[in-house]
């Protein structure tokens, strides 16, 4: 139990009278895609929200790499490797593709006020790398040549495909991907899956919310089941599609 | 008057509003604050200036004072500008503008009250004419004009400029990918108003002379026009938004010494001031001047090398 990479214990989120999660406990090992499926509202978007410090949990407990981060905010969190990339796009549309590449970069030298004026060589120095690395991530997304476009003017399954671009350029220790693969034709995102597992096996662990079931328990290593703020199951792929709890989660009970 | 030195008095205010504009165009522009109490720190500026020259400090240390107490009360207004969504936080500094104004208008311990006080000139130079003391006037606004500019510059084109376009653009998603937004708005307001701090300084100087009704909220919507119209998010277009804006006000106050209307001519300034604004909103969003990318070296070379690499497959 205690060599899960994120642990979650017991947290529950509620917005009025409505728990969105209600004591969901589980644990992501380290390596490896873990997925997490579940019908329409059943909390996984407000668990996802939750472990990234957009909303604080009314309780219940959650660690990542052994620290307790119910308290940090997003940005702390992200300094630490857990990074997310949003289901609906948040793209700063009016900056070019690069550009948000680019301030997605973990450990910059220029982006505080005096480095940026003072240090001006240093940054320059690693910015340099850094456009390489944003260009192969790009390129794996088939965004390349948009680069210097700006982001607003790319359509909505290459927005999807920049959102999880951005992502990996934080270099992520876990990165929490809600629904990568929606709105993105099939082929490319089977294409994604198989560049996301290729990272999983180079230390970055992925959390994903998936709709799409069959590239999901193709790719992923284990599977928590969600219903109702809960997690009513969780184990590996070929188990779990023969679970009946997973069945009653998405066509509810007969 | 001499018509020279009515030009040159035109020089004079174009560098001093091409700060305001320049401030306010980092905040607004680069970081989408709307600072809608830029007049504020226009005043702290200017009072500071007056009364530390009043007891013989020398002129720069005035300038710099007041842009300290500016940048610090710029922090302080940071603070609620965390919590309130940009339309409040327009509303809460324009009042603490106002409020400022009316304090240093009835509490006449401070600087006079209504009379204002006098300010001596930075540089005295024996027996020059006031052309001269102009011209003096002129080297001093430009050099503080152009530190400015090159600040706002070199920030706008750094991962920093990056980030506050991000900011500006989506802040919880700049939130999420590492930047404390808090932070980035504290800086922004900070240099913001230490920029309009010294304006404020050259300001007094120029004029010698400081009084509450200098400080109208009007000053505010004028920087406000120069950004909107030189296109916000460039500091070019922010001193060219300044330079139109100031001949615009200055040649209409001409005109309406020769002008008989049914109404008070300097109210048609406003209503001409107003009308710009809806025109530009209108019919050119974006400003005269778009947007500038963000330029780094690095940047630059790789747009080079992909554009000779498209040349040859073509």
């Known amino acids: 139990m205690e060599e899960g990479l994120l642990r979650i214990r017991e947290v529950s989120k509620h917005f009025g009278g409505v728990y969105a999660v209600n004591g969901v406990s589980l644990d992501v090992k380290e390596g490896g895609i873990c997925g997490l499926v579940g019908p329409n509202g059943s909390g996984k978007s407000t668990l996802f929200n939750t472990i990234l410090g957009i909303h604080r949990p009314d309780g219940g407990n959650i660690y990542f790499n052994g620290n307790c981060i119910n308290c940090l905010a997003p940005h702390q969190i992200y300094a630490l490797g857990l990074v997310n990339a949003f289901q609906l796009p948040r793209l700063f549309y009016q900056m070019s593709v690069l550009d948000n590449m680019l301030v997605a970069a973990r450990g910059q030298q220029g982006d505080k006020l005096l480095n940026s004026l003072f240090l001006r060589r240093k940054w320059q120095e690693q910015e340099k790398g850094l456009i390489e690395e944003a260009l192969e991530i790009l390129e794996l997304m088939e965004l390349d040549k948009w680069a210097f476009s700006l982001a607003g003017e790319l359509s909505g399954g290459q927005r999807k495909l920049l959102e999880v671009a951005r992502a990996l350029m934080a270099k992520p220790t876990l990165l929490l991907l809600d629904e990568p693969a929606a709105g993105i034709n099939p082929v490319l995102g089977r294409k994604m899956f198989q560049k996301l597992e290729d990272l999983s096996r180079n230390g970055t662990t992925f959390f994903i919310v998936e709709h799409r079931l069959e590239i999901l328990f193709e790719f992923a290593s284990w599977i928590y089941v969600m219903d109702r703020g809960k997690t009513v199951v969780g184990g590996e792929p070929e188990d779990i599609s023969e679970e009946p709890a997973f069945y009653r989660a998405y066509l509810g009970e007969e | ?314």
């Open chain 2, 1 to 314: 008057m001499d018509p020279l030195l009515y030009v040159l008095d035109l020089i004079v205010f174009i560098g001093i509003f091409g700060i305001l504009a320049l401030s306010l165009n980092l905040e607004f522009g680069f970081a989408g604050l709307a600072n809608f109490g830029k007049v504020a720190f226009f005043l702290i500026g200017a009072y500071t200036y007056a009364l530390l020259s009043q007891i013989g400090v020398p002129f720069y240390l005035c300038l710099i004072a007041g842009a300290t107490l500016s940048a610090a009360f710029g922090l302080l207004i940071s603070l609620p500008a965390l919590r309130l969504r940009a339309d409040y936080l327009a509303i809460a500094i324009l009042t603490f503008g106002e409020i400022l104004r009316l304090i240093v208008k009835s509490e006449s311990w401070i600087a006079g009250g209504d009379w204002g006080i006098s300010v001596s000139p930075a540089i005295a130079i024996s027996g020059g004419s006031h052309r001269v003391d102009v011209l003096v006037n002129i080297g001093l606004v430009y050099f503080c004009l152009l530190i400015c500019f090159v600040i706002a510059q070199l920030l706008a084109n750094s991962p920093y400029g990056r980030v506050m376009r991000a900011v500006r653009e989506d802040e919880v998603a700049a939130e999420a990918l590492g930047k404390n937004r808090a932070r980035y708005k504290a800086q922004v307001l900070m240099l913001g108003s230490a920029m309009a701090g010294i304006a404020g300084g050259l300001y007094a100087q120029y004029l010698q002379y400081v009084l509450p009704g200098m400080f109208m909220p009007m000053v505010t919507f004028t920087v406000w026009i120069m950004v909107l119209l030189g296109g916000p998010a460039n500091n070019w277009g922010a001193v060219l938004g300044a330079v139109l804006v100031t001949l615009f006000d200055r040649g209409t106050n001409i005109a309406k010494d020769y002008l008989t209307l049914p109404i008070d001519p300097s109210n048609l300034q406003y209503i001409l001031f107003g009308a710009l604004i809806i025109l530009v909103l209108l019919y050119r969003p974006q400003g005269l001047l778009k947007e500038s990318p963000i330029k780094t070296k690095a940047l630059e070379s790789v747009k080079r090398e992909r554009s000779v690499v498209k040349g040859k497959g073509s």
